[in-house]
T-cell receptor
Framework: AQKVTQAQTEISVVEKEDVTLDCVYE???????LFWYKQPPSGELVFLIR??????QNEISGRYSWNFQKSTSSFNFTITASQVVDSAVYFC??????????????FGQGTRLTINP | GAVVSQHPSRVICKSGTSVKIECRSL??????MFWYRQFPKQSLMLMAT?????????EQGVEKDKFLINHASLTLSTLTVTSAHPEDSSFYIC??????????FGQGTRLTVV
């Protein structure tokens, strides 16, 4: 069965610090997608990244970077030089099946990130 | 990216009444829509998957007679919470996808049953 674990329920750091959000997943499939979403207090889900299981290249987008390691079934997310606007709940998610694109998502428990000024 | 609009964003209803939530894909045809529920400070849990023109597939533990899902067109799916009770108070969020694309989320609906 699919499972996503975000062991850190809450993280609080001071602005400008770097912070890494951990994500560990379980799946029996060899083909799958991994996602990160940001959920601000307003509730909507903001898509951050999608990575397929065949692409282990790390990705950097501005202050955001992702480290995908199949050997440890992890897909960690790092924010460098954090800002107050980064405060939100962040979800890691997994879906199986590559042929027809992303199917239903299994979400982790979420990590509530608070950036203090 | 593609836009998915969910309406209403907030709704308060009396216990025992029914509430309908709409999920629309504004600039693409959604062959599949997903409905999730999120209780306060918890994760999102998939409730059901609906494909246009066919019956929804419900996840284990979700009452199909209580949470009616209709996906009558390629741009609209509705979730009706029937005979709502306070324990149904939650954040409901839909996502929509076309074949071969990723799913895009609506803004969510915060339901409060009093």
């Amino acid at each position: 069965a699919q499972k996503v674990t975000q062991a850190q329920t809450e993280i609080s750091v001071v602005e400008k610090e770097d912070v890494t959000l951990d994500c560990v997943y379980e799946t029996r499939d060899t083909t799958y997608y991994l996602f990160w979403y940001k959920q601000p207090p307003s509730g909507e889900l903001v898509f951050l990244i999608r990575r397929n299981s065949f692409d282990e290249q790390n990705e950097i987008s501005g202050r955001y970077s992702w480290n995908f390691q199949k050997s440890t079934s992890s897909f960690n997310f790092t924010i460098t030089a954090s800002q107050v606007v980064d405060s939100a709940v962040y979800f890691c998610a997994l879906s199986e099946g590559l042929i027809q694109g992303a199917q239903k998502l299994v979400f982790g428990q979420g990590t509530r990130l608070t950036i203090n000024p | 990216g593609a836009v998915v609009s969910q309406h209403p964003s907030r709704v308060i209803c009396k216990s025992g009444t029914s509430v309908k939530i709409e999920c629309r894909s504004l600039d693409f045809q959604a062959t599949t829509m997903f409905w999730y529920r999120q209780f306060p400070k918890q994760s999102l849990m998939l409730m059901a998957t609906s494909n246009e023109g066919s019956k929804a597939t419900y996840e284990q533990g979700v009452e199909k007679d209580k949470f009616l899902i209709n996906h009558a067109s390629l741009t609209l799916s509705t979730l009706t919470v029937t005979s709502a009770h306070p324990e149904d108070s939650s954040f409901y969020i839909c996502s929509a996808k076309n074949r071969g694309t990723e799913a895009f989320f609506g803004q969510g609906t915060r339901l409060t049953v009093v």
